[in-house]
């Protein structure tokens, strides 16, 4: 054996999962693909609006010198400064170009702020159920997560994170909407965070920084708006992508914004633009680069995703399912009906209905459906629903 | 502060480095970048080949489903399959699909087999001078990084190699045609290098991997041909990008190629898989996957780059300067008239002429000169190398 033992071990814990993701394609290869119905990854299902492939095209069409050429590491000049407007216009804060930093996507984002921020040993605190890599960026650059349990609604429970807060802790994650649960976080808990964060920074002498994953932020339904760390608090840093609200995540393509009062910026934006480039991202995706200024204020039709939503959770209520309406992003996480959520998974999976169990995202005894899928398997599905949970109950 | 110590200490090691691009950009701004002749770069200026333009047309006017979707980890299968077909033509070697990693560039696939690969501790053995960022990428993943001098000609010191082999090295990592030398190591040099890595196995019971970074392979010039560590070592992985054969650095797309023979390939192949999802590379940028499958036997013209160090060459070498002809890249590696290459640089930088110690390449006493730049750039400046020169020897 040669590669390195803790990949190894990684590979060997999350060896269930793979088991299931191989009992699934087997069951496509036996039945047909359109007899399976897949929840399981977060790969949306809409086409990207229309105006992304016009702009695509047009770039393509018109092409500039050098426009597939390295670009600076921070990422190019006018597509930050477009970005710092969109923000500033957002949020009515002073973002200039020199408070964003153009990421591979926000999975390239997170690394490269704990790998900027990251001393050896240093705790990053994140809400459970939690999306199933955080566990892995903080790692890789040598710091410990420290994963917290949400209350019985999947908010943040403040009282446990204040608690969790010592002399190692660099930052809090958080993720809302949130992947798996839907939830977003009411702008209550964003103040109350932030001043609890303000106070611990202050009493233990060192800057606690508020990272916030963002990429599902236009994904909401019900007319509510995502509450800002920015106004929240000062040493707050947003990871955020383009891939689900243009629904381009091969793309990968995304951003760090820092806050333009955050603590030591110039230090701060330079490590994280050096972290950029040695961690082998170099730049962004160039040809998104140029053309996402023109795409800031768009987004796909999330009214096709809230009848989705309605149209599975209203069936699983109906069936008996426990289960509260998610805000945002395209995930439902119900109740198993036993307690142990693989098994149940593995009971989903007799029906040809493919979800995660929760133990995958730190929240054991629950399933995330991800129902960023077409209609047709929403409805193909429903019946296996209602099947497996009569038969518990019976 | 609250950056990692580690990330500012590496700031403020290489503040000169920056010191030196402010002062290159504050003379364009009074001189006029028309002016000032950089070479300090490796940004090709050639334009794609008309093929990639074509096909990346072709793929925006003719969307399939979901192209720019989330791809499998490892990419594309039908892209995977192609680049196997293009390796098994090229070097007769029974290449599969499951040999192929797709990466964001070579920089994402050095990342990605570092982490895979190294254990605390574990040494990477690289020949120096070396490019710029192989002491990051080995230190990002808890590696040691070991430079080893080559010979005067900036060929393999295979003795010293030998010698520098021990209990804790895990890899060598070596750069043909080479950045900053433009060398390429001979046949018989790399044939060697596979039978010290076998005997040292063997003697040690570990498997040294011997990686080769080809990101040059096609820019070479004079009919030669870069020989291939595949036959010459069992243990061997290349990472790659078509950065610079397809002038599309900004763009992020390259592979990681795994010999067919290799050690525990199953196991290999899966951790490699799974750093590139860790590390939030997630997959390689979509677009780019679809269309390099019908690119891989193209490159711009070398007969350019070719023409460029000639001219560049003969006139330093006219001038006095001391170099040996680089068989391919786009770099030259002079030697200073002067033993102090960052001075020298410096007096350079006078004649309004940007180019890059050697100490940042850890070959000090020379200079990087990248000539992947138009020609009235390198015409321009032979007046500021012809005084500096002069002026040093009179």
New interface residues.
């Given amino acids: 054996?040669?590669?390195?033992?803790?990949?190894?071990n990684?590979?060997e814990k999350s060896s269930w999962i793979r088991q299931m993701f191989e009992e699934g394609a087997r069951r496509k290869k036996i039945y047909g693909a359109e007899n399976v119905f897949d929840f399981s990854?977060g790969?949306?299902?809409l086409?990207?609006p229309a105006k992304f492939?016009e702009k695509?095209?047009e770039m393509?069409?018109n092409?500039r010198?050098?426009?597939?050429?390295?670009?600076p590491n921070a990422g190019l000049p006018s597509t930050r400064e477009a970005v710092a407007n969109y923000l500033k216009a957002e949020y009515s804060l002073e973002f200039t170009m020199n408070d964003i930093l153009m990421t591979?996507?926000a999975?390239?984002?997170?690394?490269?702020i704990f790998?900027?921020?990251?001393?050896p040993g240093d705790k990053v605190i994140f809400p459970a159920p939690y999306f199933v890599?955080y566990g892995?960026?903080v790692d890789?650059?040598g710091g410990v997560p420290s994963p917290v349990q949400t209350d019985g609604e999947f908010l943040l429970d403040l009282n446990k994170i204040e608690d969790a807060i010592d002399e190692n802790t660099?930052a809090i994650l958080i993720n809302s909407p949130n992947n798996p649960t839907g939830r977003v976080y009411p702008e209550a808990q964003i103040k109350a965070l932030g001043d609890i964060l303000r106070q611990k920074s202050k009493r233990l002498g060192?800057?606690i920084?508020l990272i916030s994953d963002e990429p599902y932020r236009k994904l909401v339904y019900d007319n509510i708006k995502v509450p800002s760390i920015f106004s929240a608090y000062e040493?707050s840093i947003v990871a955020t992508s383009f891939s689900k609200d243009l629904?381009?995540?091969?793309?990968?393509i995304g951003y760090i914004a820092v806050n333009p009062n955050i603590?030591?910026k110039d230090?701060?934006v330079?490590?994280l633009v050096?972290?950029n480039?040695?961690?082998?991202?170099?730049?962004a995706?160039?040809?998104?680069?140029w053309i996402v200024p023109e795409l800031l204020t768009e987004s796909v039709d999330v009214n096709i995703y809230k009848r989705k939503r309605n149209v599975l959770a209203k069936a699983l209520l109906e069936f008996g399912y426990e289960l509260s309406i998610p805000e945002g992003a395209f995930y439902l996480f119900p109740k198993c009906p036993i307690p142990d959520d693989v098994q149940f998974v593995r009971l989903l999976q007799e029906e040809n209905i493919l979800v995660v169990p929760g133990s995958g995202f730190g929240g054991p005894g629950y399933f995330r459906i991800a129902y960023c899928v077409d209609d047709r398997t929403i409805e193909g599905s429903l019946p296996g629903f209602k099947k497996v949970i009569e038969k518990i109950r019976s």
């Fill in positions: 054996m040669s590669a390195a033992k803790k990949m190894v990684s590979l990854l790969n949306p299902n086409e990207p492939k695509l095209w393509v069409q092409p010198p050098m426009q597939h050429g390295y670009m591979c996507g999975g390239g984002a997170l690394n490269v790998k900027a921020i990251l001393d890599e892995f960026y890789n650059h660099k060192r800057t920084y040493n629904s381009i995540p091969g793309e990968r603590d030591s230090v701060l330079a490590t050096l972290a480039r040695i961690l082998g991202f170099v730049n995706p160039a040809l998104m680069q």
